[in-house]
């Protein structure tokens, strides 16, 4: 009996795999230089809260983070507009009407940069890999059959201008929801060096004196 259970669970997990390798095609990252700037930042925070947050959540962000990317107050109250400063990225749209719209409740976002290979990567790949197929149906390259619609309408512009603006906004989007994933990771890095430095100091001064008590000593 628990042969047979063991093998039932492995033939759900093996079937999991399979749907989820189909769904995700083989496309190539695209390998762009993610720009980790407050600039960057906050024009990304801009295209998430306008066009992402129709459908997706950000739970782990709150508009009071805003600041910690450069935003100042009155900045932050007309992107949060009758929202609260604790309140959190929540989508326009409800979990009820994404369901019957989509078939599926939009994933949340906040981490999406850690939970994909590829991170931000992926991200700007994803959005920029939506194409029109002969039939005239919008797909992406990267995720097959994705019920995400193109948000950006990169499938259908013709004008090379318009459409680097359109990169550039995928771009935007990638580097934000990169901070989103770890907001706290510039800090971080930045308390980490002063860390090593001042073990390193440190070192050096018990170095120093080691050897003036063992002159003494001799």
Request: aromatic share 8%; glycine share 4%.
């Amino acid at each position: 009996m628990i042969r047979v259970t063991v093998v039932l669970l492995l033939l759900i997990v093996a079937s999991i795999h399979n749907v989820v390798s189909a769904s995700e095609s083989s496309v190539p990252l695209s390998d762009i230089d993610v720009e980790t700037s407050p600039q960057a930042y906050q024009r990304g925070a801009k295209v998430v809260i306008d066009v992402c947050m129709l459908c997706h959540n950000l739970k782990y962000i709150k508009y009071r983070n805003l600041a910690d990317i450069g935003f100042n107050e009155q900045q932050v109250d007309a992107l949060r507009g009758d929202k609260k400063l604790d309140d959190i990225f929540k989508a326009t749209m409800s979990d009820e009407v994404a369901d019957k719209v989509f078939g599926m409740i939009p994933p949340d976002l906040s981490v999406m940069a850690k939970a994909r290979k590829g991170g931000a990567n992926y991200i700007y790949t994803l959005l920029t890999s939506y194409h029109e197929q002969a039939d005239g149906k919008i797909d992406n390259r990267l995720f097959p059959g994705i019920k995400m619609p193109d948000t950006l309408d990169l499938s259908v512009e013709i004008d090379d201008k318009r459409k680097q603006l359109q990169e550039q906004k995928a771009r935007d989007v990638s580097s934000f929801l990169l901070w989103a994933s770890d907001p706290h990771a510039d800090t971080r890095h930045t308390m980490g060096a002063f860390v090593i430095g001042y073990f390193i100091l440190l070192t050096i001064m018990l170095w120093l004196w080691k050897r003036r008590v063992w002159a003494d000593l001799k």
